[in-house]
């Protein structure tokens, strides 16, 4: 199972699902504590969280870019981003 051959086929999907989850997470934490009608809250999560990853995608499509463009440090930084996050989750009463 050659990894960067299915990368390279589906990166516009891969890359969406990974915009998708940094862009929904952070609205979730801007948004979750504000506001008190929670169904509101996760409509937006979805809205907004798909709005930009797609428009992102689009964008980065455009010009050619791809996350595997840029090399192990974009992963590492992915991963560093979503540590902070669950422990910040985890650190709230």
């Given at each position: 199972m050659?990894l960067?051959?299915?990368?390279?086929?589906?990166?516009?999907?891969?890359?969406?699902?990974?915009?998708?989850?940094?862009?929904?997470?952070?609205?979730?934490?801007?948004l979750?504590?504000h506001?008190?009608?929670?169904?509101a809250?996760?409509m937006?999560?979805?809205?907004?969280?798909?709005?930009?990853?797609?428009?992102?995608?689009?964008?980065t499509?455009?010009?050619?870019?791809?996350l595997?463009?840029f090399?192990?440090?974009?992963?590492?930084?992915?991963?560093?981003?979503?540590?902070?996050?669950?422990?910040?989750?985890?650190?709230k009463?």
């Open positions: 050659d960067q051959r299915i990368y390279g086929l589906y990166s516009s999907w891969i890359d969406f699902v990974i915009y998708f989850a940094i862009f929904g997470s952070a609205i979730r934490i801007a979750w504590n506001f008190e009608d929670k169904r809250v996760k937006l999560i979805v809205g907004g969280g798909a709005f930009f990853a797609l428009a992102l995608s689009l964008w499509h455009e010009h050619g870019y791809r595997l463009d090399g192990p440090f974009s992963l590492i930084f992915l991963i560093i981003v979503i540590v902070v996050i669950i422990l910040r989750f985890l650190k009463p």
